[in-house]
């Protein structure tokens, strides 16, 4: 079986044993540069439903 070449050091392992602490920041936000409402970074709008320039689906409204 394999071991480790290198001792994990206690900071690396608390920082897996942690995943809580990434609950802990709240997501952040962008505007949207078609219609300037507020969405998540690296999605859809889905006020407008354009990404990147480009209309991916129909919005309902």
Known sequence: MANPKRKISKSK????????????????????????????????CPKCGYYKGQKIFEAEE
Do not use: I, Q, Y
Request: glycine letters at 4%.
């Open 13 to 44: 392992r608390d920082k897996r044993r942690a995943p809580w602490m990434r609950r802990l920041t709240a997501p952040s936000f962008s505007e949207c540069p078609n219609c300037g409402e507020v969405k998540l970074p690296h999605h859809a």
